[in-house]
């Protein structure tokens, strides 16, 4: 099936006052281009970082197919030596594998205690700090993160949103990137922070028909790119060949509207968490009338929240 999508606009030397007082506050997706990242772009290559990212051992995901699906597992954890992930992900066969000699691998790099410490390549791979620069688009105090991401050829990671914003470095490398509005949480079938549709080129419209109504944004990213991601805008990454990747996380709300255990920057603002809480509850409380009570009133809460909390703003 042919999508319609509508290209993700790409702007050249956008300066830090263009971006931060006209950009911006669009709250839209933008590719960045001619941005000064060091000389990762031309020096990350699988020998450089087999040789400086040294042996120490990650944590990955491999998987049998292409597309991973974060709601039914269909990956496995494994460790591996950091130079060996890089060699084994730049190949289409492997001699050696876990599952398959076509597997796929994908790393996302995590901090030295996931469950205190947040990723920063800074700190985890020290000895690559000084090829890369940050985009210094948004104030120091903002900083969340940096994820270190590796990818094999064709593999294509689940779509889902994020509650802070970010840049996607690709480093080296291509990906397509599709993304979706917030505006259009409501035809991507979600369990949690992710969307139930997988193959997001053929999706299965018996299984999810609503899913035809949502709005494509969409854009090819090439060596030295940068894509601006606002928080809570969906996103499905296709890795068209072996690429290296940087996502710089940062804070677009008050520090103390976010989850204090949050590592990874996907836990919802804890008003958001406080809400569903409530509403959880509140759903208990209906289901304690017959169906046509119940649906009459759940009927009147939506209408209550549309007219109270759906803003008359956004597009």
């Known amino acids: 099936m042919a999508w319609q999508s509508v290209p993700v606009?790409?702007?050249?030397?956008?300066?830090?006052?263009?971006?931060?007082?006209?950009?911006?506050?669009?709250?839209?997706?933008?590719v960045l281009e001619g941005i000064d990242l060091g000389?990762?772009?031309?020096?990350w290559t699988v020998d450089y970082l087999s040789q400086v990212g040294?042996?120490?051992?990650?944590?990955?995901?491999?998987?049998a197919v292409a597309q991973m699906d974060f709601i039914s597992k269909n990956f496995v954890y494994r460790t591996l030596p950091f130079d060996k992930l890089v060699q084994r992900a730049a190949e289409e066969k492997h001699e050696e594998f876990f599952i398959s000699e076509d597997e796929k691998y994908y790393l996302r790099s995590l901090g030295e205690d996931p469950r205190k410490d947040v990723a920063d390549i800074r700190k985890q791979f020290p000895l690559l700090e000084g090829d890369i620069k940050f985009p210094k688009f948004f104030k120091e105090e903002q900083f969340f993160s940096s994820v270190f991401r590796i990818s094999s050829p064709g593999l294509q990671l689940w779509t889902h949103y994020d509650v802070?914003?970010?840049f996607l470095i690709q480093v080296t490398g291509k990906k397509r990137v599709v993304l979706f509005s917030p505006r259009?949480?409501?035809?991507?079938?979600?369990?949690?922070?992710?969307s139930e549709v997988l193959d997001i080129d053929n999706p299965d419209l018996t299984k999810y028909p609503l899913f035809s109504k949502a709005r494509r944004y969409e854009c090819s990213l090439k060596a030295g790119d940068v894509l601006f991601i606002p928080a809570l805008w969906f996103h499905n990454v296709i890795s068209e060949e072996f690429g290296v990747g940087v996502n710089i996380f940062w804070k677009h709300l008050p520090s103390e509207c976010y989850d204090k255990t949050d590592t990874y920057g996907n836990k919802d603002p804890t008003a958001a968490s406080r809400?569903?809480?409530i509403l959880d509850r509140a759903l208990k409380t209906l289901a304690e009338l017959p169906e046509e009570y119940r649906d009459f009133y759940a009927r009147r809460m939506v209408l209550h929240?549309?007219?109270k909390a759906y803003s008359k703003n956004l597009e």
């Open 54 to 63: 040294g042996r120490k051992e990650v944590k990955i995901h491999v998987a």
């Open 305 to 307: 929240i549309q007219d």
């Open 275 to 277: 809400a569903a809480q």
């Open 184 to 194: 259009d949480a409501q035809y991507l079938y979600l369990s949690g922070t992710k």
């Open 9 to 30: 606009p790409r702007l050249e030397g956008v300066s830090q006052e263009q971006f931060m007082q006209h950009l911006y506050p669009q709250r839209k997706p933008l």
């Open 164 to 166: 802070m914003d970010n």
């Open 39 to 43: 000389a990762c772009t031309s020096k």
